[in-house]
């Protein structure tokens, strides 16, 4: 069955919003650097494949990927389409006022770039505090996957266009990865700042000035596969007990109550 927003007619549409139990997911990206091995929409490549995985194994209305978000870090690099907060606020919550209207009682925002989610946590708040009649439920890139991912690993630093994030995309979208332009190379960090445990709009690229962390070399497309299952695996259990969850619906409810 098709779950993709875009791809179904209207009365597919009103089948799928029922069958997903009127749970709708929003796959998050982003445009920015990832190295010279992988391409700037790597993280909305990659989540909206994961997000489409989910949705064969857990019913769930899956919208259109959302690569226009925030990496104003990357702004340092070239290729990467930033925009400005209050848009992107603006515009999430618009979409989500779309869904609620189309039927759709919970929305889960499925993110694949860490740099939205400071900007995500604002936004939760801004809708919980505007006593918005559907709930929202946000999803960290790699959520729950650390252990696995500490397992999996041959190398210490992974984040971002590292040896992780690359073998995911290589087993999801090989033909969008050239491994040949990281041969050899390492990514270093720099210990420059030193203000921690004090956090700065620039840590990123202060610890990381060229993007992409450690050795993304060591990547392959078994270590990929291994952790995609994984991914979804995670993924379909935090939505199945999203669809079980009565208590944010709840709170939603008194707090538009109490305004
Ligand atoms: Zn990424």
Redesign the pocket.
């Known amino acids: 069955m098709k779950w993709r927003w875009e791809f179904l007619t209207v009365s597919e549409f009103e089948v799928a919003l029922e069958r997903s139990g009127r749970v709708a997911m929003i796959p998050i990206g ?1 445009l920015e650097t ?1 190295g010279p091995h992988l391409p700037l929409g ?2 909305g490549l990659t989540i909206g494949k994961i997000a489409d995985m989910v949705a064969q194994i857990e019913p769930v209305v899956v919208l259109p990927t959302l690569f226009y978000t925030q990496s104003y870090q990357a702004k340092l690099h070239p290729g990467a389409l930033c925009i400005h907060a209050e848009l992107l606020t603006a515009l999430l919550e618009n979409i989500c006022e779309e869904a609620y209207r189309n039927g759709f009682e919970k929305i889960v925002l499925l993110h ?2 860490g740099g939205n989610t400071p900007a995500m946590e604002g936004f939760l708040r801004i809708l919980a505090d505007k006593g918005k009649p559907y709930s929202l439920y946000s999803i960290p890139p790699w959520a729950g996957m650390g252990e696995f991912i500490d397992q999996i690993k041959e190398t210490e630093n992974v984040g ?2 590292c040896e992780i ?1 690359t073998s995911i995309s290589l087993y999801l979208f090989p033909e969008g990865v050239n491994m040949e332009a990281v041969r050899g190379k390492v990514f270093p960090k720099q210990e420059e700042l030193d203000v921690s445990p004090a956090s700065t709009p620039v840590d990123w690229m202060a610890t990381w000035p060229e993007g992409p962390m450690g050795d993304p070399s060591k990547a392959t497309i078994e270590k990929g596969e291994k952790l995609v299952q994984k991914w979804v695996e995670v993924i379909v259990d935090i939505l199945r007990r999203i669809k079980n969850d009565t208590v944010v619906p709840k709170l939603m409810r008194q707090l538009r109550e109490a305004k």
Request: charged share 20%.
């Open positions: 982003s990832h790597n993280d694949g770039h971002h266009a994030e």
